[in-house]
């Protein structure tokens, strides 16, 4: 059965010295999505997804996963729960090739441990074959497959971000979480990105992504919340959101509607 919330955030705070970066953040997406989280810069966007996955302690938060409670502080239990993110600034095995990036995304799904891995017994043979075959797969799936075999810090900026979509999509996420996919893309590019994004979400996986694009998020999220100074200022359907008048006055400016 499907859970009708897919990601359930309550009630983060998060502090760094002094600034209080993340104030009572509470966030839920629904099952089969796209949520968006705008707001200006340093609002605290990234610090929600750093908190959500582990990279930092929140000081207060709950954190539920299809039904399922889970300790971002446990990578694995955030792998494993079902949550992959991309990065504001790209984070790509640069000298790896473009192949090599998903495998390594996909291995965390193997079973065969070190021994395995070190006597490379018929069982780790096997692994390898298929996270080999579906990291290509995937590959084909954003639609770079033909630069597989290319050093990642050779491919254009827009691939490299299809990589890190890739990689991501390589743990078999219920939630992909991106942190400004369409930054530094140019129009055509965020076409792509947009058909993309759709295609992942019409194949079953939730996203949540922080974007500055207005158009692309008005155009995409069915959900956006805002936050603005560590706090959700606003949550709801982008026209909502479009016509909110503190909205206008934190972030989108007059004219947007
Ligand atoms: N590791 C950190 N140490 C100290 N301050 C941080 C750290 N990460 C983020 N901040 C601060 O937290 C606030 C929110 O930052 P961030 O989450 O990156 O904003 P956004 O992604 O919305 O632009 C900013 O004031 C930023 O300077
Ligand atoms: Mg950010």
């Not at 989280?37 to 954190?63: C, E, H, Q, R, W």
């Not at 300790?71 to 095995?93: D, K, M, W, Y």
């Not at 996909?106 to 692994?127: D, M």
Request: charged content about 20%; glycine content about 8%; some cysteine.
């Amino acid at each position: 059965m499907i859970n009708k919330v897919m990601l359930e955030v309550s009630n983060v705070n998060k502090k760094f010295g002094g600034l209080l970066a993340l104030s009572s953040v509470s966030l839920s997406i629904e099952s089969g999505t796209i949520a968006g989280l705008i707001g200006p810069n340093g609002a605290g966007k990234t610090t929600f997804f750093n908190v959500m996955t582990g990279l930092y302690p929140a000081d207060t938060g709950s954190f539920s996963l299809a039904g399922k409670s889970y300790n971002p502080r446990v990578v694995e239990e955030v792998v494993f729960s079902g949550i992959a993110r991309t990065f504001q600034n790209i984070r790509l095995f640069k000298e790896m090739t473009v192949l090599e990036n998903v495998m390594v995304g996909r291995h965390c799904r193997t079973k065969a441990g070190f021994w395995g891995a070190t006597l490379r017994t018929q069982k780790t043979q096997l692994e390898e074959k298929l996270i080999f075959d579906r990291s290509l797969e995937l590959l084909d799936y954003v639609g770079i497959v033909q630069h597989a075999s290319k050093t990642s810090k050779n491919l254009s900026y827009g691939d490299q971000r299809r990589l890190e979509i890739a990689r991501a999509m390589a743990t078999d996420p219920l939630v992909l979480a991106l942190d400004e996919p369409a930054a530094g893309m140019n129009a055509t590019e965020k076409v792509e990105l947009q058909k993309l994004l759709e295609k992942i979400n019409s194949d079953g996986t939730t996203i949540l992504m922080i974007e500055h694009d207005v158009k692309l998020v008005m155009g995409i999220c069915h959900s956006i919340t805002v936050l603005d100074h560590g706090e959700v200022i606003a949550h709801g359907t982008p026209d909502l959101i479009r016509t909110n008048p503190a909205v206008i006055e934190a972030y989108l400016g007059p004219g947007v509607a």
